[in-house]
């Protein structure tokens, strides 16, 4: 047997894991790792210019590609920097390993220079966190951690390894475990064959169902499933904001998504349904708002892996605990051999009611013959790039008008912190996407707040030749939060304005890449296009937008789901 | 209403501190919490007590579950169970005072451990409610310091709670 030292046996687990890319950050406690990185190749670093950054990173590729990312960290307040990358993912529930230098063992305790409890201060925003104890355990462990980041409900993994597990002199006997089992950790593989039927009769018997899917549904790469059983039914689908893309948005039985700021169509179906088939979606409270008004005639089906996201915040009639595409298959196989078929002259009425819905609002809002409208910049780059973008967004109007203009027929296209609303995400996001997505058109939908909270990862897009395309929806205020201060502080936008933003044009150039303003109606399309006609080049689209548009729909704060604002004057 | 969750643990470092931070975390309740090794030296045997509604304690035995170290759980308090919490208090005991004491510590099957001219140390075990009930038939002016183990239990009958 192979004779390794701690920090070999990790990078070699790492191999032997199939890791591709880590993103992190060198520093004292974790040299010895970072020497045994620089002694081979198959293994690729991405240094990033915050550790925050590479957590956002890592998690834009986990989204994008369905498998788990790596970050590596040093000690302390490399550790510590992880920390709002961590629980963005852990709120998202997105597989991830975060690998983080520790003290030498003697030392722990002992307030060492660089010293953190990382287990302790991860602990709330993990899955789980393990420690190395004996460099010889660090296979096993490594095996352990993306056994648990990546089954069942995933979730982000912090590993933390003290110094003195990775002495480069002492050599241990390697071998990489192929499975790992954990009798504590059996994540349900399939549900139960009895609530399925039910959850089947229900379905077949509603008169006015709605399918309501999140997150769990790409997660659990399911799209095909849900996408085959709904078109069978003919039933509506609305999706929740981190479902976006497990059903096409171009189909007529798409509602578009659901909750706070989701359509007309899609809250007011959900509240008048009665039958409701959730899954992989945890009745959040930006999708639900008042739990107690929420759609009172439906009964409810909730398919999830994590028995815990069931009747958390809202009862279910039908809990299924299962891999949604497992329980997906089974439904379907019943629904194809059952005799019962959906009420045509129920569903017929049903769809006449939506369409009228839909007629009603349809997602409009108003132009104008100068002033550039965000949603209009959004509608134009899904056309310009044939709604094929991976899109990543960081958090506020932007986000959401992001998500409300821009269609998503396919999973993994749409990324943004939907749970932890983690301003930042996006630019690194975007690296992590284009990283691996090369050909493939990379949006990061922003604006000039959130750019600013990770803008030096432009430095790091300059090393790695990443082309991505930042449209900066620039309304020159905290626009989501002035949008809160109008609505109910009497307009009075206490620290939510940018008085001194920098020249983004310069900026851009500033670190080697090519910057556009846009400040003229005429000249959107044309600039939009030549933008995304440079291919190679990293362009920063500094757009000056409405500085008075809201987000709309928006539903009445603690009402029910069918009380909405649909304009700053139309309250439903 | 109030619960008693029993949990066995993995026995390693900081699985403790994991269900300790869960109920804060979750703004859950702790009002008692014991733990210690079992025979099997792998795990260790946690009883909590708590209180609230029915949809908070599914929660929190749900959430326990989620747990990689919770290898298993049981509510006892959703069957017939026994809880036993042991107390040691330290009473104010002169003249008189000592035979009173003495009467009412056999009353409730408790033995006085240690003796001073001045002090008694009485150990009482027994549920919640039997020390409760010690505390106030001596009442509360005598007593000098009350140290309490919190609850453990265990299911009467056939069921057991292992692996």
């Known amino acids: ?572 | 209403m109030r619960r008693i969750i029993s949990v066995l643990l993995e026995n390693e470092p900081g699985a403790l501190s994991r269900v300790v931070g869960l109920f804060s975390q979750r703004n859950y309740n702790i009002e008692t919490l014991t733990v210690a090794p079992t025979e099997d030296e792998t795990l260790s045997r946690l009883t909590v007590t708590t209180t609230g509604s029915d949809k908070v304690i599914e929660q929190i035995t749900k959430q326990l579950n989620k747990l990689i170290e919770v290898v298993k759980l049981v509510d006892l308090t959703e069957g017939a169970h026994i809880e036993r919490e042991l107390m040691l208090v330290k009473l104010k005991a002169t003249g008189s005072q000592r035979a009173e004491i003495k009467r009412t510590v056999d009353i409730f099957r408790g033995q006085i451990v240690d003796v001073t001219s001045s002090v008694y140390t009485v150990q009482l075990a027994g549920d919640s409610d039997k020390l409760d009930g010690f505390i106030q038939a001596v009442g509360t002016s005598g007593v000098l310091e009350v140290v309490r183990t919190g609850v453990s239990g265990i299911a009467r009958g056939e069921k057991v709670l292992s692996l």
């Open chain 1, 1 to 572: 047997m192979e004779l390794l030292s701690g920090a070999d046996m990790l990078i070699r687990s790492l191999q032997d894991e199939g890791i591709e890319y880590i993103y992190g950050y060198p520093g004292g406690a974790a040299l010895h790792i970072y020497d045994a990185l620089f002694r081979q190749d198959k293994v690729k670093h991405i240094l990033v210019r915050h550790e925050q950054a590479a957590v956002h990173m890592a998690d834009g590729y986990a989204r994008a590609t369905g498998k788990p990312g790596t970050v590596l960290v040093t000690s302390g307040p490399g550790a510590t920097n992880t920390i709002t990358g961590i629980a963005t993912a852990f709120m998202d529930s997105i597989p991830m390993v975060v690998l983080c230098g520790q003290v030498a063992s003697h030392l722990i305790g002992e307030d060492a220079f660089q010293e953190t409890d990382m287990i302790g201060v991860s602990r709330p925003v993990v899955k789980h966190n393990l420690s190395v104890r004996h460099p010889e355990e660090i296979p096993e462990v490594i095996r352990k951690a993306y056994y648990i980041a990546a089954t069942g409900r995933p979730g982000p993994v912090v590993v933390d390894i003290p110094k003195d597990m990775t002495t480069p002199n002492e050599r241990y006997e390697y071998s990489y475990p192929k499975k790992v089992k954990l009798r504590s950790y059996n994540p349900a593989i399939r549900g139960h064959a009895g609530q399925i039927k039910k959850a089947v009769d229900m379905l077949l018997a509603a008169k006015r169902p709605v399918i309501y899917a999140g997150g769990g549904v790409i997660l659990g790469k399911a799209s095909n499933q849900l996408t085959e059983l709904t078109r069978m039914l003919g039933y509506p689908l609305t999706n929740t904001l981190m479902g976006i893309g497990c059903y096409p948005a171009s189909d007529k039985q798409h509602l578009g998504w659901l909750g706070m700021h989701g359509t007309y169509e899609a809250n007011m179906a959900m509240h008048h349904s009665d039958l409701i088939l959730c899954v992989g979606a945890r009745f959040d409270d930006r999708v639900t708002n008042a739990t107690e008004k929420f759609c009172p005639g439906a009964r409810i089906i909730h398919i999830d892996i994590d028995p815990a996201s069931i009747s958390k915040t809202v009862e279910a009639d039908v809990p299924i605990v299962g891999p949604v595409d497992a329980v997906l298959k089974e439904m379907l196989a019943l629904v194809k051999e059952s005799k019962d078929k959906p009420d045509a002259d129920a569903l017929a009425s049903w769809w006449k009611q939506i369409d009228e819905w839909r007629a009603f609002h349809g997602m409009r809002y108003e132009t104008s013959p100068d002033v550039i409208k965000p949603q209009e910049v959004i509608e134009l780059l899904c056309k310009l790039t044939n709604g094929e973008a991976f899109v990543t967004s960081d958090v506020g109007q932007h986000q959401m008008f992001a998500a409300q203009y821009y269609k998503f027929d396919k999973p993994n296209r749409w990324i943004n912190s939907g749970g932890l609303g983690t301003m930042g995400f996006g630019l690194p996001a975007a690296m992590g996407v284009k990283l691996t997505h090369p050909d493939d058109e990379v949006l990061c939908i922003t604006g000039e707040g959130s750019i600013q909270m990770n803008i030096q990862e432009l430095s790091t897009c300059k090393q790695y030749n990443l082309p991505v395309k930042i449209i900066n929806l620039n309304n020159q205020a905290l626009g989501m939060v002035k949008q809160w201060q109008d609505m109910n502080y009497e307009s009075r936008h206490s620290q939510s304005y940018m008085e001194s933003l920098p020249d983004f044009i310069k900026l851009a150039e500033a670190y080697g890449h090519v910057g556009v303003r846009i400040e003229k109606k005429e000249d959107l399309e044309s600039k939009l296009k030549e933008v995304l006609a440079m291919k190679d080049k990293l362009v920063f689209v500094d757009i000056y937008v409405d500085r008075f548009e809201h987000v709309y729909p928006m539903q009445v704060a603690r009402g029910s789901m069918k009380d909405m604002w649909l304009s700053k004057t139309e309250r439903v």
